[in-house]
């Protein structure tokens, strides 16, 4: 193969993923809007109590998770700020819910922008959802149990 042959596919190729990345990001970017305007992720939100609850998180804290998850982090993360600002979240709560962002964002998004370069993601996002639930359920048992340990010194 030629040179010139290499670097026509090389540009096809990529004008090509440009091309779907950028059908999958407007698409996500419309979801977006359709969710904000018609306010479903805060209806969504009781779908995902018992998870949150398993991992240590309260209500309050299941918009950020849920935004996480579906939309991503900076989406998530924006609205951990605005609950953190407006006193609905402990310290805990919005540590917790930052790890379990960190190992479990974007299923949508990651899944769309993974299949499109061919990758098979199902196994990976349960994964990072089973891990996120599980991490977050140790760090809380253990930020109970340190948070009992300190009432207990200061009686």
Same mark, same amino acid.
């Given at each position: 193969?030629?040179?010139?042959?290499?670097?026509?596919?090389?540009?096809?190729?990529?004008?090509? +993923?440009?091309?779907? =990345?950028?059908? #999958?990001?407007? @698409?996500?970017? &419309?979801? *977006?809007?359709?969710? /904000?305007?018609?306010?479903?992720?805060?209806?969504?939100?009781?779908?995902?109590?018992?998870?949150?609850?398993?991992?240590?998180?309260?209500?309050?804290?299941?918009?950020?998770? +849920?935004?996480?998850? =579906?939309?991503? #982090?900076?989406? @998530?993360?924006? &609205?951990? *700020?605005?609950?953190? /600002?407006?006193?609905?979240?402990?310290?805990?709560?919005?540590?917790?819910?930052?790890?379990?962002?960190?190992?479990?964002?974007?299923?949508?998004?990651?899944?769309?922008?993974? +299949?499109?370069?061919?990758?098979?993601? #199902?196994?990976?996002?349960?994964?990072?959802?089973?891990?996120?639930?599980?991490?977050?359920?140790?760090?809380?048992?253990?930020?109970?149990?340190?948070?009992?340990?300190?009432?207990?010194?200061?009686?």
């Amino acid at each position: 193969m030629q040179p010139i042959n290499i670097i026509l596919e090389v540009v096809k190729g990529s004008i090509t +993923l440009v091309i779907q =990345l950028s059908l #999958i990001i407007i @698409g996500i970017m &419309i979801l *977006i809007e359709f969710l /904000q305007t018609y306010n479903i992720l805060n209806k969504l939100t009781a779908f995902i109590t018992p998870i949150t609850k398993l991992a240590g998180i309260s209500r309050n804290g299941n918009l950020s998770i +849920l935004a996480g998850l =579906l939309l991503g #982090i900076g989406y @998530g993360g924006a &609205i951990i *700020i605005d609950s953190a /600002q407006q006193g609905k979240l402990k310290p805990e709560e919005i540590y917790l819910i930052n790890l379990f962002l960190v190992i479990c964002h974007s299923l949508v998004e990651d899944t769309l922008i993974w +299949l499109a370069i061919g990758a098979k993601v #199902i196994h990976i996002q349960i994964a990072r959802l089973f891990l996120a639930i599980l991490i977050c359920f140790i760090c809380s048992w253990y930020l109970q149990r340190i948070n009992t340990d300190r009432q207990n010194i200061n009686l």
